[in-house]
């Protein structure tokens, strides 16, 4: 099998790039053109992946760097074949549902210009994504990384509104970017994800913290969740993308991966637990204090990747559930997560509000975006049919193996969040989803960002069921 296909896919996001003057439904029609070529590509290569049965770990290398090794690379296993289909798939229909959304007809931010200058950023933030999903080594981790924080802070203040918001996001990444130019300079020439299984122990646990923290950052863990709740001021898409299935759950990606090849040894358990379980109750004093949606979706998704990181500190204890748990937890948020955001992005698009307590009626008003919305909430919480109910309960039962306190601590930890969460969403859906529609003004809806969310919801039920078996062939490499 040759690597071609998936380079391919990596690299023509960046094409959009060259689109940054284009405007209205040309600029829309060359993005979804290019979006759909690379997803079409990438679908190919998944295929034939698997068609060849999935066992085997291809690596190519393009480009090395001196005493560092190589700096740039493809990892092609199951665990980057699920994460870069899933994330070019969100991409790709995040780009459908931009073509109604980013136009004059938004009711809360209508665009009279600047469609091309977006799909400009996105282009970039999917690349780079695309580029640390397939990634062999640090510093390929490193440079896509900071791509992703120059997109960010260009996308979280598109409409001019949020430039300090943006900076502090940008700025957390950068710390996490400095923390991995550490981690480099401490294990050298074995940055290199394969090698990384050879160093000494005293050296594996000085990357690894580093390492930790790098990725904490990244996934607005402890000590630095307060910058992505701000970030949801940039365009619904974009903050989607960011969520579902780029800088967010690539923070547990790496992560992943550093675990995977270099088995750094339970030293790290109970830092890396606490530190996620102490953010998680945390998450679940800030869901009822909050009105407007999309900062509800991302205390939630702080929340959901806490969920990520409790099943990788279970596999420092040497499970390899822990890993497969944690792609399988990605991997189900991703789709749950781009719906949430529709559904919420579909309110302002219809009603120019996204704050549930000026929003009555959507059974009524916006039914599609209303089902979005509903199974999207409550898939949050973990309830069925959307795929989280599957990863938090296979969360709960493998960690209920775990060491001293953490047999209870971790999976009742999960189970309260969700129960929390259920609850709040449970008390926004008796005042949102009946009575008479508000705002009274007449609204409109997108029969393209419903069809999307349809399509979502379809992708949704079905994922769950696919990549369970997928998901069980990752194993530590070696």
């Known amino acids: 099998m040759n690597g071609e296909a998936f380079l391919l896919s990596v690299l023509l996001p960046f094409l959009l790039l060259f689109i940054y003057r284009l405007e209205g439904r040309t600029a829309d029609t060359v993005t979804a053109t290019i979006m759909g070529i690379a997803f079409l590509v990438n679908g190919y290569g998944t ?29 092609v296993d199951v665990a980057s074949v699920l994460m870069g289909f899933v994330s070019i798939l969100t991409a790709f229909l995040l780009v459908l549902y931009a073509a109604d959304y980013m136009s004059p007809a938004n009711r809360e931010f209508p665009l009279e210009k600047g469609k091309g200058k977006f799909y400009a950023l996105f282009g970039l933030l ?17 440079v896509a990384l900071e791509l992703m924080a120059i997109a960010l802070l260009f996308l979280v203040d598109f409409y001019g509104n949020a430039r300090g918001k943006a900076l502090k996001g940008f700025l957390v990444l950068n710390l996490a ?18 090698k990384m299984g050879g160093v000494d122990q005293s ?36 903050s989607a993308y960011i969520h579902a299935a780029s800088i967010i759950p690539l923070g547990s990606f790496m992560l992943f991966r550093v675990i995977q090849y270099m088995n750094p040894g339970k030293d ?9 379980v102490a953010l998680i109750i945390l998450m679940m004093i800030y869901y009822p204090l909050q009105r407007d949606g999309k900062r509800l979706i991302a205390y939630s998704t702080i929340a959901q990747a806490g969920v990520a990181y409790i099943t990788l500190a279970y596999a420092l204890l040497g499970h390899v559930e822990g890993l497969q748990i944690a792609v399988y937890q990605v991997v189900n948020h991703a789709f749950v997560k781009a719906l949430a ?8 698009y219809s009603l120019g509000t996204t704050d549930f307590s000026r929003i009555r009626g959507i059974r009524k008003s916006l039914p599609w975006a209303s089902v979005g919305w509903f199974l999207s909430f409550l898939g949050l919480a973990g309830v069925l049919p959307l795929g989280l109910f599957f990863s938090k309960a296979f969360t709960i039962m493998s960690t209920r193996h775990a ?53 979502l919801i379809l992708i949704g039920i079905v994922a769950p069921w696919v990549t369970l078996d997928v998901v069980m062939k990752i194993g530590f490499a070696g």
């Open 47 to 75: 295929y034939e992946f698997f068609r060849n049965g999935a066992e085997k770990v291809y690596h190519y290398s393009y480009a090395s760097g001196g005493n560092l090794g190589e700096v740039f690379g493809l990892n």
């Open 126 to 142: 999917v690349g780079s994504s695309m580029v640390f999903i397939y990634a062999t080594n640090l510093v390929q981790f490193l």
């Open 177 to 194: 970017v400095l923390l991995l130019l550490i981690a480099v300079a401490v294990l050298g020439g074995s940055q290199e994800l394969a």
């Open 203 to 238: 050296t594996k646990d000085t990357a690894f913290a580093l390492l930790i923290f790098a990725a904490l950052a990244m996934s607005s863990q402890f000590f630095f969740y307060s910058w992505l709740p701000d970030a949801t001021a940039g365009p619904v898409p974009a």
């Open 268 to 276: 790290e358990f109970w830092l890396l637990g606490l530190l996620t």
């Open 341 to 348: 955001f529709m559904s919420v992005g579909a309110f302002a």
């Open 403 to 455: 060491e001293g306190i953490a047999s209870w601590l971790f999976p009742g930890t999960v189970l309260f969040d969700a129960a929390i969460f259920l609850v709040v969403v449970l008390l926004w859906f008796r005042k949102i989803f009946f009575g008479e529609p508000e705002p009274v003004a007449e609204t409109h809806s997108s029969k393209l960002m419903s069809a999307v969310m349809v399509v």
